[in-house]
């Protein structure tokens, strides 16, 4: 009975740390460094970043619904001014997938953010009505795990969602 108690409460502890636990020990930034809010001082977007505490560039949520907590970010290429949104996959205790979900220039990164989305159904911007869209475009999408915002301040928005061992996209407004 006390080896049963001390099996359960070790799995316990293992289960709360890897549910809730991120560490930058694990992952691989290969050739990318997280932004920093104070390099975007100079951005008309500036004054929105301070609505949260890490500026809208960084958010962690459970993507692919393992309980192990990953993480997006954008980030900085190391060898050029190339910017991009990178998501950090957890493959349990394996550490993690490093996923470029897209990639530019300064002049659009400095313009956006992203936040985390819980999972839900929500409208996507053919079903909100704008623009012309497809006839088979789906007018809502609906995800069991939390998604990534990747929005424009002030303007177009799309979820990134895990599925399959990839990440899709739906456009959420224009």
């Not at 070790?10 to 390099?39: C, M, P, T």
């Not at 001082?41 to 004054?47: E, G, L, R």
């Not at 998604?147 to 899709?168: E, L, Q, R």
């Amino acid at each position: 009975m006390c080896s049963f108690i001390r099996y359960a409460a070790s799995g316990v502890l293992f289960f709360l740390f890897h549910s809730y636990a991120f560490s930058d020990d694990l992952i691989d930034r290969k050739d990318w460094q997280l932004v920093e809010i104070e390099s975007l001082a100079a951005t008309s977007d500036y004054q929105f970043r301070h609505k949260k505490t890490d500026g809208y560039l960084l958010v962690t949520g459970d993507f692919n619904g393992d309980g192990v907590t990953d993480r997006a970010e954008i980030s900085k290429k190391n060898t050029n001014e190339t910017y991009g949104l990178i998501a950090y996959v957890s493959r349990g205790t394996e550490g993690y997938d490093q996923h470029i979900l897209n990639e530019g220039d300064w002049s659009i990164f400095s313009r956006m953010g992203i936040s985390r989305e819980d999972p839900g159904e929500y409208k996507t911007a053919c079903g909100k009505g704008y623009g012309r869209c497809k006839s088979d475009a789906p007018l809502s999408v609906s995800f069991p795990y939390d998604a990534i915002n990747f929005f424009m301040f002030d303007s177009a928005s799309m979820f990134f969602i895990y599925k399959n061992d990839s990440f899709y996209t739906v456009w959420i407004s224009d």
